[in-house]
């Protein structure tokens, strides 16, 4: 499947990791449909992943950036639009992490500046990223910027702990931003609520195994994969969606099942 | 912008009726994409409209149904599998009428017969379509079947009178039904709920001007257009968005915004 | 607990059938907060129960109505203000019955005749009550009318059927009727999305009994009581809650709930 | 209106600053009521409020807090059960401000270390309130905590600013403790998303005045006072409500409404 829907349309990729990762997933996709783009991520989680492997096959660079660093970012979007040789159409934000899960805090047991830590990379730096977008100038009209988030954020699911408030957050900051980026520079913004994935990160929340079986299990279509993660975020980055903006778009077949 | 995305596809299309229709900008964009279909609309609004000169133009053919009649659409699934050679991959349901609004009747002070009427056409028509389907066995699997909504269904729009009702009953079906399709035969539905449009149909509802300018002016990006209705339909119809089910996909730049 | 919080008010409960009904529990709570009311029931259902003796108990009449009737309740509503000496505080809607799930019929094989039916009693009765409250301008300012409502009308549970699709059309109605009934008479219409509940009704639906059990083990606090509904209905009659309108209200501790 | 509803149960109340305060008018009629409490505010606020004369006229303490510091809310928590000799029935959250707003800054250009002040303040403080309660186990089984909100956190109000991405993490915050604490201590946790309020708090936003005229005129029932949010609260610390819980409820008669 690949119909060149994203020809000519360049942007940025942040979170992708390993071939596990939905970012990863989404920059091969991108790149059949014809898009062109530059990697990012996290000087750290490069270390750990395979990135270079990633822009080789799809013909990218890789441009290190903290996303909770404003600084960074303001490189990263200078240094993306003068490779690309123009302004962005399409953006995904796939990054989150909590300190609290990494270190077996209990949700009423939270140190809060692990909290705050993890607030800030997986909540504030979206908005952190469409600050730096909006102050540079750099998304064309029409352009489509996507954050992955999870149901947690509506219901509760006990193991995902201070995620979901994070993602709570995102999801918040995907429609205050959406308002301005819509209105000032008619690009829109949206969430794609996905569902349990086995991705390296995922991987290490608490009963994620058995979650994720029940959600196959419950679900009339099974679980969304990685890659099929990856082909709705390029129905959201094509000219198919161009009205559609501060949305969560729940791509998760458990969301609407009761039991 | 034509990718061939719906290329092989088959299917129905219900409620064009003219060139202001969204299902009639519809079917001409799935034909652009390679889709091919069977129209179809009450045999009474088929006088009133110019079907005929849409089929020509899309190389499909015209069954008329009355979407409120079992055995017409019993006859309508044989027939239009038969004449496209084979199950279908895409239905469209843009149907819908009420008679409290046509006769100027006050919310408070309906008359139930016109009632039953509105929701028998523009709601429960939904499972009947979606029966007739299920009963035959006509949806390949991955097809996708879409409804057209409003938010009025979410929140009050004083004007919109007994269709909020309706729509709110039509949603519902989306989801109770799109469980059983898609556990039992990996098919999809959702609705989509579009922003006010000019059609025809629309025209005619009370205070429709001052409130489609409204939106207008409090939308970031300004009201979906019908056209843009139809692109965001063929990305549900296509490949991209094959575990997206039971949702209400609101392409209405108002709804996010409060004041 | 009984602190006269409904003294001097007075009003009309729809559905109480024995002291299983939460509609029964409820005329209980209202007695003994002081509260005086009509009992209706239809009449075939008042001869299954035992609607007299809970009359005896809280000093109230029974006026026999078929809530589907229009002529039914313009008597009810003129013999209950005329009963109680004055216009009317509060109203109770706890009525619901699919002939579908009586049957046997699958939701992928309803039988039209049948949806008709349970939709005009389950849902469109709400506002065949409410429009002959509202023309017989029957209602105090500030009074307060509430439906039962469960939470089917967003999330599907396969075995409530098309009463998934009558609670939507009633939550609806409690929204669009709740504006004019706000705007023209300040009063206020709620619906209260409760637990299942082991009702003589409920325990007609199929796998209730797992069902009720696994909400039971899922909600933190555990499934709301018909006992504990009746208090929730209580709160929502007095004055502690005059501006709360058109809202469904979720008393079901499992709605918030992922897994 | 005065029905000894919360008589014998303890509670502390955060954030009543003068009279325009709903903290302020929650505490009147929770006194009314029967209840006893100690009240609470940043030793910053406390200067600038009355709140002396409020303690007077309750039979109510005044013991300083930061909320945003685990150290003085332990002792906040340790002295208010030792002064009302025993654990807590009820605890108000009603704390709110960003530095974004005070200082002016758009949306699009926020300093982030005055949006980390501000969500630290609006958002994590009430985890932290509950975090201390929890650890010291000071509330009784069916206790309930409320905290305040506003519609912003689902719907786009321009110069809510970064408050609506606060209120939306506290929502989150209800529901994910609210499961914590409901199913250890069988405590419930809710917030009310209450109408645009002239307290003095709110008549700092910019566009105010403008907006609540707005919301007025739309509002079936006119916007809701503080005197009305302090009502619903008293119901939510009343036995009326013991099974509510992880709920956002809205007391804004303009939620429902599209227009």
Redesign the interface.
Known sequence: ?A???LSGKKGIIFGALDENSIAWKTAERVFEEGGQFVLTNAPIAMRMGKINELAEKTNSIVIPADATS?EDLAKLVEQATEHLGGKLDFVLHSIGMSVNVRKGRA????K?DF??KG??VS??SF??VM?SL??ADAMNEWGSIVALTY????????DY??M??N???L???A??????????K?V?VNTISQ?PTPTTAGQGVKGFDA?IN?AEKM???????AA?CA??T??LF??????????N???D???????
Chains 1, 2, 3, 4 share one sequence.
């Open positions: 499947m119909n060149q829907l404003e949700y009423t047991d939270e809060y909290t705050a607030w800030d909540a504030l908005h952190k600050q909006y102050k149901m947690a954020a509506q219901r509760t699911f006990p702990n201070d979901a408030d993602k709570a957050y999801e918040s900051v429609r205050s931003f959406g308002y301005f980026f819509g209105k000032e008619k829109r569902s979650f029940y679900s009339p279509l099974g679980n969304a994969t099929e082909d709705y390029v129905s094509s000219d198919l969606t161009r009205k559609v903006t501060m949305q778009l729940f791509h077949a458990v969301s609407p099942i009761q039991e």
